[in-house]
C-alpha cells in the first residue's frame, strides 16, 4: 500500500538550540519543538537529546525525516564529523542512531545546503534553475540548488564558499587559514575585524549596525572592506557556475540597508556584463532551517 502521509518532519542541528517542524508540501507548519543545544557533553548526550526531540511527534503521520546540520558531513554514511558550533560532539553516526528509532526514509545534509533547499522551494521567487543562497549569520554558508537538486559536492561539502580566499595573507578564520570571506562578512568576521580596529568587544551584529547607522569610522571601514570582499566571493561564484539568482539569508541581511546599495554597485563593476545582465541579487524569504531540512524528503 502506498503511504498517503504527505507531511515531512525537519530537524534543524543549530549552536544554541535544535529546532524541529513538521510542515506539509506547501509548507504550513503543522507541529514545532525545541530543545537547547549546551547541555550536549559528548556524542551520545546529543543522540539522546535528538530521540527525545523525536518521541514529541507522532511519526505515523510522517512521511521522511530530514536533518540539516553545520558540516563538515559525510552525507553518505549521514555522520556528523564534527561541528564548530558544538564543539564536544564528533563523528555522530546520526543515520545509524536514527535507523534504531524509525524505519521513515531518513535525509541529511549541510544546513546551508538545506537553507538554499527551502528557499528554492518555499518562495516562489526563488524557483529559478540556478539558485545560489548564501546564509549571513555568525558565519557565511553557501548552497547551490541546481535543476531543483542540491548540488552536493563530492560526500556533501560542495559549496564552502564562506572559506574562498579573498584577502591573501588576511585575517585568521575559523577554519584556520588565512582571508576567508567569512572572516569579513559574516557577525564573526564583522565583529573580529572591528575588534581588531578598535580593540572593542561588540556583542552582535546588530550592536555593530548601531554604530554603522551613528556613522562611526571604524565601524563603516570594515563594513566597506566587507563588502568588498562579499562582492568578489559573489564574483568568483558568479563567474564558475553561472546562476541567474544569488539570494542572501540569514540575520545580516537584517541590515541590508547598510551594504545592499554598495555590493550591488561593486558587483556591476566586477561582473562580466554578459553574466550580470541576466543576474538578479535578492533578499531572501526569513524561515526557520527545518523548512529546507524537512523538503528534502518531497523529491
Ligand atoms: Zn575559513
Redesign the pocket.
Known amino acids: 500500500m502506498v503511504s498517503k502521509v504527505e507531511n515531512f518532519l525537519g530537524i534543524d542541528v543549530g549552536g544554541t538550540s535544535i529546532k524541529a517542524g513538521l510542515i506539509n508540501r506547501t509548507g504550513d507548519l503543522l507541529q514545532d519543538e525545541t530543545i537547547p543545544t549546551e547541555r550536549f557533553s559528548n556524542n551520545e548526550t546529543f543522540l539522546l537529546g535528538i530521540t527525545s526531540l523525536l518521541q514529541k511527534f507522532n511519526l505515523s503521520n510522517v512521511k521522511s525525516i530530514g536533518i540539516g546540520t553545520p558540516g563538515p558531513i559525510d552525507i553518505e554514511n549521514q555522520i556528523i564529523l564534527s561541528s564548530a558550533n558544538i564543539p564536544n560532539i564528533k563523528n555522530v553516526k546520526l543515520g545509524e542512531h536514527l535507523s534504531k528509532i524509525t524505519t521513515l526514509p531518513i535525509f541529511f545534509n549541510n544546513d546551508a545546503n538545506c537553507a538554499s533547499l527551502g528557499e528554492y522551494h518555499f518562495n516562489e521567487l526563488s524557483k529559478t534553475d540556478s539558485l545560489i543562497v548564501i546564509t549571513l549569520g555568525t558565519g557565511y554558508g553557501c548552497g547551490w540548488v541546481y535543476g531543483g537538486k542540491i548540488f552536493n559536492g563530492f560526500l556533501g561539502n560542495g559549496m564552502e564558499a564562506?572559506?574562498q580566499t579573498v584577502v591573501l595573507n588576511g585575517a585568521i578564520?575559523?577554519?584556520?587559514?588565512k582571508g576567508?570571506v567569512?572572516?569579513y562578512f559574516s557577525t564573526r568576521g564583522l565583529l573580529g575585524r572591528f575588534k581588531e580596529k578598535t580593540n572593542l568587544e561588540l556583542k552582535d551584529a546588530k550592536s555593530f549596525f548601531k554604530l554603522v547607522e551613528k556613522n562611526d569610522e571604524d565601524a563603516i571601514e570594515v563594513l566597506d572592506f566587507g563588502v568588498l570582499a562579499f562582492a568578489h566571493s559573489i564574483k568568483n561564484i558568479v563567474h564558475m557556475i553561472n546562476p541567474n539568482k544569488v539570494v542572501m539569508v540569514g540575520g545580516i541581511t537584517k541590515s541590508k540597508d547598510f551594504f545592499y546599495d554598495k555590493l550591488i554597485n561593486h558587483l556591476k563593476n566586477i561582473i562580466f556584463p554578459v553574466l550580470y545582465s541576466n543576474l538578479k541579487i535578492e533578499i531572501g524569504k526569513e524561515m526557520s532551517g527545518f523548512y529546507g531540512a524537512a523538503s528534502q524528503g518531497f523529491e
Open positions: 564562506g572559506h578564520c575559523g577554519c584556520g587559514n576567508c567569512e572572516s
